[in-house]
């Protein structure tokens, strides 16, 4: 549960995790101009009965309500997982994971350059290659 009050209201959020398997949040803010979210809790882990559509939603969820690092960087991540929920949704699987991939490789290349932990990284490319399995499994 949190509060955010950008609004100048203060608004009470709360969600249900499904699992305690998640990365510690880091303090990755890399925009002096724009402030990152904070008082923010992980999403739970994807279950594997989620179908690939709701684990793309899930994985997006998290990197928008719990990641906390440059608005800008925040929406590219955001923008390229609806990409690939759109693909999914038209049955274009082969573009599906190639978004997801472009995803991976946006996330690998923070994870060198620090700006996200190696624990969120990880966390969320585990997450992003698990539903690319689920796809091509189907």
């Given at each position: ?98 978004m997801l991939n472009s995803f991976i490789h946006f996330i690998e290349k923070m994870k060198l350059c620090e700006?996200?932990?190696a624990d969120e990284a990880d966390y969320m490319v585990r997450k992003a290659n698990e539903i690319i399995d ?5």
């Amino acid at each position: 549960m949190w509060s955010d009050s950008r609004n100048g209201n203060p608004d009470i959020y709360m969600f249900t995790l499904a699992s305690a398997e998640v990365p510690p949040l880091d303090d990755n803010c890399t925009d002096e101009d724009e402030e990152c979210e904070n008082g923010t809790q992980p999403l739970g882990n994807c279950s594997s009965e989620l179908k690939p559509l709701d684990r793309i939603q899930a994985l997006k969820e998290y990197v928008e309500i719990t990641y906390r690092c440059n608005v800008k960087t925040k929406t590219g991540l955001a923008d390229l997982l609806d990409t690939s929920k759109c693909y999914y949704e038209k049955g274009e699987n082969k573009e599906t994971v190639s978004m997801l991939n472009s995803f991976i490789h946006f996330i690998e290349k923070m994870k060198l350059c620090e700006q996200v932990s190696a624990d969120e990284a990880d966390y969320m490319v585990r997450k992003a290659n698990e539903i690319i399995d689920q796809i091509e499994v189907n």
